[in-house]
């Protein structure tokens, strides 16, 4: 497993440009960067240097303000254009995976539709994608961090997969939103298995570092590699003060991943 950062929620106290080299110069392996698409993708790769940009978000707001673009039937004309905007950026940004939020649909639209709209798209996204070469997850969201996300459990998240049929879609898997959801996390972690296509991380409940809350990240990476997973994991967290200030927990990583 390689640890990276999200840059959306750590070293703010930087403009985006600027927290690549404070990642790399704290140790971490790659970044991540959830919405990148109000800058240029040519000049965040230079900025980035060396370090490997390993995943963004596509586009997820509408006009209402809300993170429902890939559930709602009225907005399949701006979930495309999203997705033109994310094949741009993946390819500038040489990503590796694209996540797909599959949020709140608007109210008084029906499961199945729902489904339907949320189906369609990511079967669309999954095979433009794969045409560049970059692999495609989707997200179950913690219900009270996000209220009416479609997928907000990891039994909800993998019966829609199943239903879907498209093997190239896979979970982005959090620990601090399964934590909140799932009664047993070592166990969520076993049921989703070779679903698992991303991995992040914050401590429960108030989403900061790791040892601020009720995680076994020991236990929990043990599990993950049970399960084959070998790639990236996401530090994405909250910091509870200046970011290089909180990093400790970094000591332990070489024995959460096996390296020693």
Same mark, same amino acid.
């Given at each position: 497993?390689?640890?990276?950062?999200?840059?959306?929620?750590?070293? %703010? *106290?930087?403009? $985006?440009?600027?927290?690549?080299?404070?990642?790399?110069?704290?140790?971490?392996?790659?970044?991540?960067?959830?919405?990148?698409? #109000?800058?240029?993708?040519?000049?965040?790769?230079?900025?980035?240097?060396?370090?490997?940009?390993?995943?963004?978000?596509?586009? +997820?707001? #509408?006009?209402?303000?809300?993170?429902?673009?890939?559930?709602?039937?009225?907005?399949?004309?701006?979930?495309?254009?999203?997705? *033109?905007?994310?094949?741009?950026?993946?390819?500038?940004?040489?990503?590796?995976?694209? &996540?797909?939020?599959?949020?709140?649909?608007?109210?008084?639209?029906?499961?199945? %539709? %729902?489904?339907?709209?949320?189906?369609?798209?990511?079967?669309?996204?999954?095979?433009?994608?794969?045409?560049?070469?970059?692999?495609?997850?989707?997200?179950?969201? &913690?219900?009270?961090?996000?209220?009416?996300?479609?997928?907000?459990? $990891?039994?909800? +998240?993998?019966?829609?997969? #199943?239903?879907?049929?498209?093997?190239?879609?896979?979970?982005?898997? #959090?620990?601090?939103?399964?934590?909140?959801?799932?009664?047993? $996390?070592?166990?969520?972690?076993?049921?989703?298995?070779?679903?698992?296509?991303?991995?992040?991380?914050?401590? %429960? *409940?108030?989403?900061? *570092?790791?040892?601020?809350?009720?995680?076994?990240?020991?236990?929990?990476?043990?599990? $993950?590699?049970?399960?084959?997973?070998?790639?990236?994991?996401?530090?994405?967290?909250?910091?509870?003060?200046?970011?290089?200030?909180?990093?400790?927990?970094?000591?332990?990583?070489?024995?959460?991943?096996?390296?020693?």
């Amino acid at each position: 497993m390689q640890l990276i950062a999200n840059l959306s929620f750590m070293f %703010t *106290e930087r403009p $985006l440009p600027e927290r690549f080299g404070a990642a790399a110069r704290a140790g971490f392996e790659g970044a991540e960067v959830q919405f990148p698409y #109000d800058h240029d993708p040519v000049e965040l790769r230079r900025a980035a240097g060396e370090l490997p940009i390993v995943l963004i978000n596509l586009p +997820a707001s #509408d006009p209402r303000g809300s993170i429902g673009r890939a559930t709602d039937a009225s907005l399949r004309t701006e979930f495309r254009q999203g997705l *033109e905007d994310g094949l741009r950026y993946a390819e500038a940004l040489g990503v590796t995976k694209v &996540n797909v939020l599959p949020g709140p649909p608007p109210a008084g639209q029906d499961a199945a %539709t %729902t489904d339907q709209v949320l189906g369609d798209n990511l079967r669309l996204a999954a095979e433009r994608l794969a045409g560049i070469g970059v692999a495609l997850v989707t997200e179950p969201i &913690n219900p009270w961090d996000v209220p009416g996300m479609w997928l907000d459990s $990891l039994g909800k +998240a993998t019966g829609f997969l #199943d239903g879907l049929g498209e093997p190239r879609v896979k979970l982005q898997f #959090d620990l601090y939103h399964m934590a909140r959801t799932e009664p047993d $996390l070592l166990a969520a972690i076993e049921r989703a298995g070779p679903r698992i296509g991303h991995v992040q991380f914050a401590d %429960t *409940e108030g989403r900061n *570092e790791p040892g601020t809350g009720a995680i076994d990240f020991e236990a929990a990476f043990a599990a $993950l590699r049970r399960t084959g997973y070998d790639g990236a994991v996401a530090a994405e967290y909250r910091p509870a003060g200046r970011t290089e200030d909180g990093l400790g927990w970094m000591a332990r990583v070489p024995a959460w991943f096996g390296r020693t």
